[in-house]
């Protein structure tokens, strides 16, 4: 017989159950196939009702973060042949309220994305006309943010944070770290514009620091050293009104 | 239809190495805070006469004393070496164009602690 694999996949069906629970479904093992094949298998051949979210299959759309072994991964990423042959336990990423099944709620994600301003804020009168062409950068100011700029918004980094979960008024690492990615931009003139909210309590002062939001992400974006970086320029900033009161204001 | 708010155990901390590990280093905290505290004691009683002074240093050769200033020594260093090893992260410095590596932040942090240790030791032991 064919080598299988366990999957214990956490179930929550709004109209049937409360709370939820735990379904063990086993499929075949394959060396090839990731998480997320195994979940398109339970959905395809032995339970429809199985609902989840994925898109590309390859690590780019961000749609399929899942809880694997208690972990915040791409599904389409982690491969059964890690664990097998082992029981794979499947969650919902952890800090959402779940809608249904690996279904999160990521209204509150969305909404905090839109808050940070992620685009290219330009002085007042400073905005060129379209048919004056882009505004230039050199390569050397475009590698001072690039790593920030390639976030897939997979809110694994929401999942990995012990803050975000026991507090969700948390800005939050993909967020804040995007904020700081046009903060950085050289383009950009619109800090002043997020600070009030990169430097709330809510922004930049929750984190503690704990460090897992850039041990998880699947694209080395390291939110938790832009944050971190944020909290120094803030400081910065604090100081030099401090000291400086009469100093040219942000 | 609602959605399910998952609980947070108070024991969230324990369910992952990586999450034990940063409890340990908010732990270390307590330990450099108390130490910063004896040593104001330690200059206090300083202040209080030859006696006083004399009384509190052999009261720290007690065994208790001693595995306490040991426990203490390891999350110092626990704390040094998690937050030097994170500097370099915070700290991204440029020298016009190019970014400095980030071995060489960490590194003066590094030798900073060297120097000053040796200054210490050299205080301490008279010489």
């Known amino acids: 017989m064919a080598?299988?694999?366990k999957l214990e996949i956490f179930r929550y069906r709004p109209e049937k159950e409360s709370e939820p629970t735990f379904l063990t479904y086993e499929v075949p093992f394959l060396e090839d196939w990731v998480v997320l094949d195994a979940i398109n298998h339970i959905k395809d051949e032995i339970d429809g009702t199985l609902s989840y979210r994925w898109s590309c299959q390859m690590g780019v759309c961000g749609s399929c973060g899942v809880m694997i072994n208690g972990v915040p991964k791409l599904s389409c990423a982690a491969f059964l042949k890690d664990y097998y042959p082992d029981k794979i336990r499947v969650e919902p990423l952890t800090g959402f309220p779940v809608e249904r099944d690996l279904v999160s709620q990521i209204d509150d994600f969305m909404t905090k994305l839109t808050k940070i301003q992620p685009y290219i804020i330009r002085k007042r009168g400073e905005e060129?006309?379209?048919d004056e062409g882009e505004y230039l950068q050199t390569p050397a100011e475009l590698a001072r943010f690039k790593p920030y700029s390639m976030c897939i918004n997979c809110m694994l980094c929401y999942a990995a944070c012990p803050v975000y979960a026991l507090d969700s008024t948390f800005i939050g690492p993909a967020a804040i770290a995007l904020g700081q990615r046009y903060n950085m931009d050289s383009r950009d003139h619109g800090r002043s514009a997020?600070?009030?909210?990169i430097a709330s309590h809510e922004g930049i002062w929750e984190c503690t620091f704990v460090g897992e939001c850039s041990a998880v992400c699947p694209k080395d974006v390291d939110p938790a050293a832009a944050i971190q970086r944020a909290k120094?320029?803030?400081?910065?900033?604090?100081?030099?009104?401090?000291?400086?009161?009469?100093g040219k204001k942000k | 239809m609602s959605a399910y708010h998952r609980p947070v155990p108070n024991t969230w901390w324990l369910k992952r190495t990586p999450y034990v590990l940063f409890m340990l280093r908010e732990l270390t905290s307590i330990f450099v805070a108390g130490?910063?505290?004896?040593?104001l004691i330690l200059v206090y009683k300083l202040t209080q006469g030859a006696d006083a002074y004399g009384n509190f240093i052999d009261a720290l050769k007690s065994p208790s004393s001693i595995a306490l200033h040991f426990i203490t020594l390891a999350f110092v260093l626990y704390h040094t070496i998690t937050w030097f090893n994170l500097t370099p992260k915070i700290l991204v410095l440029y020298k016009g164009e190019e970014q400095i590596p980030k071995a060489l932040v960490a590194g003066v942090f590094y030798t900073g602690w060297v120097v000053v240790s040796i200054v210490v030791a050299l205080l301490v032991l008279g010489m």
């Open chain 1, 3 to 5: 080598e299988t694999i």
């Open chain 1, 128 to 130: 060129k006309p379209l």
């Open chain 1, 194 to 197: 997020r600070q009030e909210l």
């Open chain 1, 232 to 246: 120094v320029s803030s400081t910065v900033d604090w100081f030099k009104d401090v000291l400086i009161p009469w």
């Open chain 2, 35 to 39: 130490y910063c505290v004896f040593l």
